[in-house]
């Protein structure tokens, strides 16, 4: 059995160019499909967050509309109610990425708030990047890497990754009231971009790092992490 840890946003909101606080959190989706594949394993799931704050669900990802219907949307709000890692997390700033087989960073906005200018969490992406272990992002949560610039190079340089992408943050409607674009800044950051299609599943895998590109690929990336474990 392997243990994994989830890192997720402590934040309920994302901070928009003009100083609203759009609600979110945590993508629904991008924990209840991951945590489904690795408990149904048989693996331990740890949750941290930054202050050991319960993560907060962006109600939107609820929604039947973001789920295909409203008996997958129940489904998925069950998934949450039911794990009770995500009631109780630890504090990300004690997190010691030895004690773990592999770290999954489940997206939403949220990250975009507080996972992207968090040193705890660019301590964790780092030091797993290093083991080797299997070290998984989702569609926001790449915001994340974004801490981990230090004397100006990030150590993901390099790294092929994709994440949500301009053209879903558009067609989200969000866009043009953000104050930065995640493709725009992983871009800065010097990896290699990888785009798919709007809203499909996207799974790029680089040595120990294994990206998805939005919600759908939350479930495959999974997959691909379950095959490397």
């Keep these: ?3 994994i840890l989830f890192v997720l946003t402590g934040a309920d ?11 979110t959190g945590f993508w629904a989706e991008e924990f209840a499909a991951p945590y489904e594949a690795f408990t149904g394993a048989g693996h331990e799931v740890v949750v941290a967050s930054p202050g050991a704050v319960v993560p907060p669900v962006d109600r939107g990802s609820l929604s039947a509309d973001a789920n295909g219907g409203q008996e997958a949307a129940d489904r998925v709000a069950a ?3 039911d794990a009770t890692e995500l009631k109780n997390p630890i504090d990300l700033a004690k997190v010691n990425p030895a004690d773990y087989d592999s770290v999954f960073y489940p997206g939403g906005h ?8 968090n040193a705890d969490s660019a301590r964790v992406l780092t030091e797993t990047l290093d083991s080797g272990k299997p070290l998984a992002i989702v569609c926001h949560a790449p915001a994340a ?3 981990t610039t230090q004397g100006g190079e990030s150590p993901f340089r390099g790294y092929s990754v ?14 043009d ?3 930065w674009l995640l493709q725009d800044r992983l871009a800065e950051l010097g990896v290699t971009f990888d785009e ?3 809203w499909s599943p996207n799974v790029v895998v680089d040595r120990n790092l294994y990206t998805g590109q939005n919600p759908a690929s939350s479930a495959p990336l999974a997959q691909r992490v379950l095959k490397a474990l």
């Design 145 to 147: 890497l974004l801490a």
């Design 110 to 117: 949220g990250p975009m708030e507080d996972l992207a200018v």
């Design 162 to 175: 994709t994440a949500f992408t301009n053209s879903e943050e558009i067609q989200a409607g969000l866009a």
């Design 196 to 198: 798919g299609t709007p």
């Design 79 to 81: 998934v949450l109610d």
């Design 177 to 179: 009231k953000a104050p």
């Design 13 to 23: 909101h994302w901070t928009l160019n003009d100083g609203t606080k759009h609600p």
């Design 1 to 3: 059995m392997a243990k």
